[in-house]
């Protein structure tokens, strides 16, 4: 599987390479679309500080390698990497990061768009944002 769960922070463009490089099929490609979402410093028009990122392990790994099979059934895909980052995160850290190859651009780019927006809207992760007033569990997502 070519999901990622981590604790640290991370280079995306260095783990897309890097991933390139040790798949042989990804080498075939045509196309390579790609996310990378970092955290913001604000919310709800207040600034935040940062943000603690919960997940449960088993689920959440579970959850994106179901994702990941999905969208290999669903578009002609080479090779997939989703990472995401948990625990605590700093403005401009990257939080999410996806790459899609696939022999042509609309499959790398409709499956890479299709797993960031059903990612953000159904993975299970809890955000809870240090914010100058205090804490806050962010209940739902922004929108786009």
Not at 48 to 60: A, F
Not at 105 to 119: P, S, V
Request: charged fraction near 25%; include cysteine; charge should be negative.
């Amino acid at each position: 599987m070519a999901t990622r769960i981590l604790d640290q922070t991370f280079d995306p463009w260095h783990a897309f390479a890097q991933h390139q490089q040790s798949h042989a099929e990804a080498n075939k490609f045509g196309a390579t679309a790609t996310f990378v979402g970092t955290m913001r410093d604000f919310n709800d028009e207040d600034t935040v500080q940062s943000m603690l990122l919960e997940h449960y392990p088993e689920m959440t790994a579970r959850y994106l390698e179901q994702l990941e099979q999905d969208a290999r059934q669903r578009w002609d895909l080479l090779a997939c990497l989703i990472i995401h980052r948990v625990g605590d995160i700093h403005p401009n850290d990257p939080i999410v990061a996806i790459a899609c190859w696939s022999a042509h651009r609309r499959a790398a780019l409709d499956a890479c768009a299709w797993l960031i927006e059903t990612l953000k809207h159904q993975a299970p992760f809890w955000k809870k944002e240090m914010r100058q007033q205090g804490a806050y569990w962010v209940e739902k997502n922004t929108e786009g």
